[in-house]
Nanobody
Framework: VQLQASGGGLVQAGGSLRLSCAAS????????MSWYRQAPGKQREFVAS???????NYADSVQGRFTISRDNAKNTLYLLMNSLKPDDTAVYYC?????????WGQGTLVTVSS
């Protein structure tokens, strides 16, 4: 499975961005897909995850501002980020677990200016 993340960029605080993550093959909706991020000098951290039949999960730091979704017909995962803060600056990675192996996208950089 190959994951291609896109949609990052430079945005002012309070602005919005939508990240996309395209999978190279169909990933069943029952399989968890997630977003993580890694800020400069920090460890990679969980942002959000989604799977069919369950409510999405969010990190406390993004709850109420970010929305994760997926379009199974397009094999694409999304992350809509609103009310962005400088602390959201990071490289954002998508991830899935397929046949007991973790697959990561290459990351897309989000920079939020104050």
């Amino acid at each position: 499975v190959q994951l291609q993340a896109s949609g990052g960029g430079l945005v002012q605080a309070g602005g919005s961005l939508r990240l996309s993550c395209a999978a190279s093959q169909t990933i069943h909706s029952s399989i968890v897909m997630s977003w993580y991020r890694q800020a400069p000098g920090k460890q990679r951290e969980f942002v959000a995850s989604i799977r069919s039949g369950r409510d999405p999960n969010y990190a406390d730091s993004v709850q109420g501002r970010f929305t994760i979704s997926r379009d199974n017909a397009k094999n694409t995962l999304y992350l809509l980020m609103n009310s962005l803060k400088p602390d959201d600056t990071a490289v954002y990675y998508c991830k899935t677990n397929y046949r007991s192996a973790d697959y990561w996208g290459q990351g897309t950089l989000v920079t939020v200016s104050s």
